[in-house]
């Protein structure tokens, strides 16, 4: 199985933004969920990630900006993006916080426009 992450768009500088990404039960309900992304000509790289009690930890690049969160009755986490910047531009995934290779999915494009 794959997570698929959807929500993405074009958004001008500044801007908000919520994406989404709903897991298996089986994997959502027992593991940190995080999110990652990967900018045009970039390596992946770790966004956040939220425990299953609702904790959270963000990358310096997006703390105070970006929030995760979860609805462990829908098995849903979701990044929302405030205040974003033309470098926030990435393909964003999701998956568990130590990743699993056949999670990954085909992520979904933000696009911030400057």
């Known amino acids: 199985v794959q997570l698929q992450a959807s929500g993405g768009g074009l958004v001008q500088a500044g801007g908000s933004l919520r994406v989404s990404c709903q897991a298996p039960?089986?994997?959502?309900?027992?593991?940190?969920m995080a999110w990652y992304r990967q900018p045009p000509g970039k390596q992946r790289e770790l966004v956040g990630f939220?425990?299953?009690?609702?904790?959270?930890k963000y990358a310096d690049s997006v703390k105070g900006r970006f929030t995760i969160s979860r609805d462990n009755a829908k098995n849903t986490v979701y990044l929302q993006m405030n205040s974003l910047k033309p470098d926030d531009t990435a393909v964003y995934y999701c998956?568990?916080?130590?990743?699993?290779?056949?999670?990954w999915g085909q992520g979904t494009l933000v696009t911030v426009s400057s």
């Open positions: 939220i425990s299953r009690a609702g904790s959270t």
């Open positions: 039960g089986s994997i959502f309900s027992r593991n940190i």
């Open positions: 998956n568990t916080w130590r990743p699993l290779d056949n999670l």
